[in-house]
């Protein structure tokens, strides 16, 4: 009996010996896993400010992206405003070139009418100084042949001179007169009215026979 008992009192020694040593682990495994929370909440902690850090950038990028678009869309609308005053730009320019053109070959043609008119002008001036001369020879011939029938006059000396002219009662060259190109002057050195034959001779541009 005394046996029993004994035996019964270790066994509730080593029941609480048993019982206290795994209090102590408990506890000590207690204060771990209260570690563990306190650092896994200091994590999670870490991680939803990370979490909200990341959501101000999408936030931030997104406003940003929305703005890109309406720039954008901004942007396109003065691309396509710009392409049209292009276009309406190059058709004036092509017009006003049209139109250039049309003005350079109104000039050239302009040009080439006033090449023929002062060619034929010029023709025309070329034939009437043949033909002044032709008359003025002519009628001083004619004066010459009258002088010879009339007055006796040998016609073959060379006093006659159709580059002179009767001035104060001398013979001198027509550039020295005085006056130059005034009326005809006659023997007396008075000044006569023009032969209206000449003058009909110039006019029509008669020769004489």
Not at 47 to 63: I, P, R, Y
Not at 64 to 84: F, I, P, Q
Not at 143 to 172: C, M, S, W
């Amino acid at each position: 009996m005394t046996d029993l008992l004994e035996l019964q009192a270790r066994a509730m020694a080593a029941v609480r010996l048993l019982a206290h040593e795994r209090s102590q682990e408990s506890a000590k495994e207690l204060e771990d896993l209260k570690l563990r929370l306190a650092d896994s909440r200091g994590a999670l902690k870490k991680v939803m400010e990370a979490k909200f850090a990341l959501q101000d950038q999408v936030n931030k990028l997104t406003s940003e992206l929305s703005a890109s678009k309406s720039d954008n869309s901004k942007l396109e609308t003065r691309c396509g405003e710009l392409e049209r005053k292009e276009e309406e730009l190059t058709a004036k320019l092509s017009r006003q070139h049209e139109e250039l053109h049309g003005v350079i070959q109104d000039r050239d043609d302009a040009l080439s009418v006033k090449d023929e008119t002062i060619a034929k002008l010029e023709h025309e001036v070329a034939t009437l100084k043949d033909c002044v001369l032709n008359v003025a020879e002519e009628g001083f011939n004619q004066a010459v042949r009258q002088a010879v029938l009339l007055y006796g006059v040998p016609a073959d000396g060379n006093q006659f001179d159709v580059e002179k002219e009767v001035f104060q009662g001398q013979l001198i060259p027509i550039e020295d007169m005085p006056n130059k190109g005034a009326d005809k002057v006659d023997e007396g050195g008075e000044v006569d009215g023009g032969d209206e034959e000449v003058l009909l001779g110039l006019v029509t541009c008669r020769p004489y026979l």
